[in-house]
Structure formats: C-alpha cells, structure tokens
C-alpha cells in the first residue's frame, strides 16, 4: 500500500492573529481538500493550533514579522479551539491588558477605574496575557500559560475585554465574546470593526466593539459593553 501523501507547508513568520484567522484555517483546509498528512512550520508553542490535522515542527525565530502578505482572508476551514471542561480556572471575565512595547501608544491607560467598576460586581475576573503585558491587583493573575491552556481558559470564560490584538482574535477562535476596541480606519480593506463582527467571527460569538481612534475609550464605556454582554 502507497504510503499517504504529505503536504509540508512553508515556515509561517507572520502576527498571531493572521495565523490563528487565515493561516491556520487555510493549512487545515488544504490537507483536508487533499486528503493527506500535514507538517507545519511556526513559532515555538503554536503546535496547539495545528494538532487536530498536522505533526508540527518549531523554527528558531523568535519575533513575528509585520511583512508577509495578507492573505487567505476569510478562507480556510476553522476549529473551535479549546474546551471549557478542562479549564483549571474559570472566570467571567478575562482580560487582555496588553503590553507590548512596540505598540505603546495603543496600550490602554484606564484599566485601574474600570477594575474599580467591576468590583461592584460580583464576577471574577483574570488577567491573561504574555509576561509584558499587565495584571493589576485584583482578580487572578493567568499570564504566561502554556497555549492550550490557555484556549481551555478563554473557552470557560463568558467574556474577554481588550483592545484588539491577536489574543482578542484568539478568543474569537475559542467561541468566547468580546468587548474590543480599535480605531476606525481601513486596514486590509475592511475596518476592525468588520474584521471582528464578521470577516473573522467564524464561530459567530457575541462582539461589543468599541470605536476609539486615540486607542483609549472611557472606563464607563468598556463597562457597559461589559454589561450588555453579560
């Protein structure tokens, strides 16, 4: 008997968000169109997005490329990832304080008056993210978790709050709805809006989007958004 075929797709440099929305959805579609195996090429860790079609290899670089062309948008064959069963915590609210250095001046500067409106609340909420980003004194500190584990946190959550990044657009991914912001301009030839209402909702979870063209939207405006969705 032939042994099955096996497609090995090129290396994938690019952000986090093009490859959780197009490239990996693209990958999967492919090997399913053609009915073979899969070995995919990407950053240390991403082996969680692929393991459902593709045996994965990890390359050696370590920051993502903002050159590579856009493409494969709104194709592909999607998964839902992560399971709310095997969450080791479950909160209501997770959210992305992001912190990245290259793109300071987006970096949202309010999280303090809006953590102070939510402990009027009786939720529980976490911080997830990457060591850059921020976790303020209140609610649990769920950075730097392993990828799967962190899908199964997003997939038990009812909500995450932040402003649009490629961890907003893996929540998307995981089923679980959004309060995001961004600004209005056209990138790619749609709005962020667009971008997370539809082109990349494909799971068609619930999106409070909030325009903001400084990148800072009012305390009170983020949780409003968070009350309509819980």
Not at 47 to 54: N, Q, R, T
Not at 58 to 77: E, N, Q, V
């Amino acid at each position: 008997m032939a042994e099955k075929p096996i497609i090995h797709f090129e290396p994938w440099h690019g952000e986090f968000g093009w490859e959780i929305m197009t490239w990996a959805p693209q990958c999967r579609l492919q090997a399913a169109d053609a009915g073979c195996g899969a070995v995919v090429t990407s950053f240390a860790g991403m082996a969680p997005l692929y393991d459902d079609f593709a045996a994965f290899q990890a390359h050696d670089k370590t920051g993502r490329s903002l050159k590579y062309f856009k493409r494969y948008r709104g194709k592909g064959l999607h998964r839902r990832y992560g399971d709310a069963g095997r969450a080791t915590v479950q909160c209501d609210i997770l959210i992305h304080a992001r912190g990245i250095r290259r793109k300071s001046t987006i970096n949202y500067q309010s999280w303090p008056p809006l953590v102070e409106r939510l402990k009027a609340r009786p939720v529980s909420v976490g911080w997830v993210g990457s060591e850059w980003d921020t976790a303020l004194c209140y609610g649990l500190d769920l950075r730097c978790r392993p990828l799967a584990e962190l899908m199964d946190l997003i997939a038990a959550a009812k909500v995450v709050v932040g402003v649009s990044s490629g961890l907003m657009h893996l929540a998307a991914a995981c089923g679980t709805d959004l309060v995001v912001w961004g600004d209005r301009r056209t990138y790619f030839g749609e709005t962020l809006e667009r971008r997370y209402k539809a082109t990349w909702n494909p799971h068609h979870v619930g999106v409070e989007w909030i325009d903001a063209d400084d990148w800072q939207p009012g305390p009170q405006q983020i949780h409003h958004a968070i009350e309509r969705i819980l």
